[in-house]
C-alpha cells in the first residue's frame, strides 16, 4: 500500500527566501504525482502535476521535481512571500485514486 | 464559472441521525470522489465514482454511502452508523480517473456532531 510522507510538518521562513518542500513515496509504480496548496479552512487547489515519465514541471516561481527511482519528489519555492503561507500536500497517483501525504505548513514572514 | 460547489458549508448531525452533504460540478467530468480530512492528517479516500450508476469504496467508506445518478452530482450520506463523523469533508473531480489526470476540489463541508 503506498504511503506518501512529508518532512517537514512546519516551515517558517523570511519573505523573499527561496524554499523546498520534500515529499516521499514507498511504491515508485505510481502514474503522477501531484502538488496542492490548501488555505486554512479551504478546499485544495492544484499546483503542479508531474507525470511519472517526467523529471520535473514548472509553474511562475513553483518548480517540483520527480525522482521514481528514490521515491521523492521537491516543491521548490523561489523568492517566498507571504501569500505563500499556506499547507502544502503531495499525492502520489495510483490507478483510481490518489494518496496523500499530511502536508507541510508554510509561514513566509513579511 | 465551471468548478465544484458544496453544500452546505457547515453541517450539525445529531445522535442517530444520517445527514447528506451535496456536491455538483459543472466541469462535465467523468470521475469524482469523496474525501475525509481530520486535523494532523493527510485526505483519506471515502468513496469515488469513475462514471455515472458506477460507485466504489475507497479506504473508509464504512458509515457512508454514496449514489452517481446524474453526470454533475454525487451526494455522500454521513449515516448513524459512522461514530466519529466530525471531520472536514472534501468533494473532488477529475476529467478521467483519478490516477491520470489532475483532481479538482470544492471548498468543502464542516461536519459538526451535536
Not at chain 1, 499525492?91 to 483510481?96: E, M
Not at chain 2, 453541517?11 to 467530468?29: D, I
Given at each position: ?43 485544495l ?46 499525492a502520489?497517483?495510483?490507478?483510481y485514486q490518489l494518496?496523500f ?10 | 464559472?465551471?468548478?465544484i ?18 456536491c455538483?460540478q459543472?466541469?462535465?467530468h467523468d470521475a469524482m470522489y469523496w474525501y475525509r ?6 485526505l483519506r479516500l471515502i468513496y469515488y465514482s469513475q462514471?455515472?450508476?458506477?460507485f466504489q469504496?475507497g479506504d ?6 454514496v449514489?452517481r ?5 454525487f451526494?455522500l ?12 469533508y472534501l468533494c473532488a473531480s477529475s476529467?478521467?480517473p483519478g490516477g491520470?489526470e489532475?483532481q479538482y476540489f470544492g ?8
Amino acid at each position: 500500500k503506498q504511503e506518501v510522507t512529508q518532512i517537514p510538518a512546519a516551515l517558517s521562513v523570511p519573505e523573499g527566501e527561496n524554499l523546498v518542500l520534500n515529499c516521499s513515496f514507498t511504491d515508485s509504480a505510481i502514474y503522477n504525482l501531484q502538488w496542492f496548496r490548501q488555505d486554512p479552512g479551504k478546499g485544495l487547489t492544484s499546483l503542479l502535476l508531474i507525470q511519472s515519465s517526467q523529471r520535473e514541471q514548472t509553474s511562475g516561481r513553483l518548480n517540483a521535481s520527480l525522482d521514481k527511482s528514490s521515491g521523492r519528489s521537491t516543491l521548490y519555492i523561489a523568492a517566498s512571500q507571504p501569500g505563500d503561507s499556506a499547507t502544502y500536500l503531495c499525492a502520489g497517483a495510483g490507478s483510481y485514486q490518489l494518496t496523500f501525504g499530511k502536508g507541510t505548513k508554510l509561514s513566509v514572514i513579511p | 464559472d465551471g468548478g465544484i460547489t458544496q453544500s452546505p458549508k457547515y453541517l450539525f448531525r445529531k445522535e442517530g441521525q444520517n445527514v447528506t452533504l451535496s456536491c455538483e460540478q459543472n466541469l462535465n467530468h467523468d470521475a469524482m470522489y469523496w474525501y475525509r480530512q481530520d486535523p494532523g492528517q493527510g485526505l483519506r479516500l471515502i468513496y469515488y465514482s469513475q462514471i455515472v450508476n458506477d460507485f466504489q469504496k475507497g479506504d473508509i467508506a464504512e458509515g457512508y454511502s454514496v449514489s452517481r445518478e446524474k453526470k454533475e452530482s454525487f451526494p455522500l450520506t454521513v449515516t448513524s452508523a459512522q461514530k466519529n463523523p466530525t471531520a472536514f469533508y472534501l468533494c473532488a473531480s477529475s476529467i478521467g480517473p483519478g490516477g491520470h489526470e489532475t483532481q479538482y476540489f470544492g471548498p468543502g463541508t464542516r461536519l459538526l456532531v451535536l
